[in-house]
């Protein structure tokens, strides 16, 4: 599986962005696509989730409600919208995928590359 994030990149506080994380390979019907994100000097973590075959997405606390994750099976594509942006959502972020949901980066196999998002106040 590889996986291919795009869409970072600097953007006001309050503003939007959209992530898309483009996948190939053999993606399974039950595997979960998330996103994760690092800030500098801290542990990555999880952001949000969804199964590949059903649309029941996961969300961290910290940004349910201004983000949304939603997947495109025809395109292989998982993107997550951001809105209502601050500081603290300032980070690399990664997408990845694992043969099932867990908020534990430990458990997603795949990762893609980062895609920087930085949010100025």
């Known amino acids: 599986v590889q996986l291919q994030a795009s869409g970072g990149g600097l953007v006001q506080a309050g503003g939007s962005l959209r992530l898309s994380c483009a996948a190939s390979?053999?993606?399974?019907?039950?595997?979960?696509i998330g996103w994760f994100r690092q800030a500098p000097g801290k542990e990555r973590e999880f952001v949000a989730a969804v199964r590949w075959s059903s649309n029941s997405p996961n969300y961290a606390d910290s940004v349910k409600d201004r983000f949304t994750i939603s997947r495109d099976n025809a395109k292989n594509t998982v993107n997550l919208q951001m809105n209502n942006l601050n500081p603290e959502d300032t980070a690399v972020y990664y997408c990845a995928a694992a043969s099932s949901y867990s908020p534990s980066r430990e458990a997603w196999t795949y990762w893609g590359q980062g895609t920087e998002v930085t949010v100025s106040s």
């Open positions: 390979g053999r993606i399974s019907s039950y595997y979960a």
